[in-house]
């Protein structure tokens, strides 16, 4: 079993920049691909950004490339999402997850979720 717990959303004007972090207990963090997921209201849970292991491998959906950078340290068994040049549509609750499955985008492949850290990005 793994918890994950998120931290570091809030309000922030468009331009500007935040930092999420997700803290994980249990089970070896390390293997596990992790992902960030975001769900704006009426909206689908919609995959931000993934790392493979050992921080070597990163993905990212379109709309973030270039602005959002996922990184982890296996050390402090955390995982991170920097945020920047943010827009008023990267408005949502932002989710961490792990899979110990194979490195994937699709929601239901992941294994645990943290509780959800709210992102406001105003105009």
């Known amino acids: 079993q793994v918890q994950l717990v998120e931290s570091g959303g809030g309000l922030v004007q468009a331009g500007g920049s935040l930092r999420l972090s997700c803290a994980a207990s249990?089970?070896?963090?390390?293997?596990?691909?992790m992902g960030w997921f975001r769900q704006a209201p009426g909206e689908e849970r919609e995959f931000v950004a993934g790392?493979?292991?050992?921080?070597?491998?990163?993905v990212y959906t379109d709309s973030v490339k270039g602005r959002f950078t996922i990184s982890r340290d296996n050390a402090q068994s955390t995982v991170y999402l920097q945020m920047n040049s943010l827009k008023p549509e990267d408005s949502a609750v932002y989710y961490c997850?792990?899979?110990?499955?194979?490195?994937?985008?699709?929601?239901?492949?992941?294994?645990?979720w943290g509780q959800g850290s709210q992102v406001t990005v105003s105009s």
């Open positions: 997850a792990a899979t110990y499955l194979a490195p994937t985008r699709v929601a239901a492949s992941y294994n645990y």
């Open positions: 249990g089970r070896t963090f390390s293997s596990y691909f």
């Open positions: 790392i493979n292991w050992s921080g070597a491998g990163t």
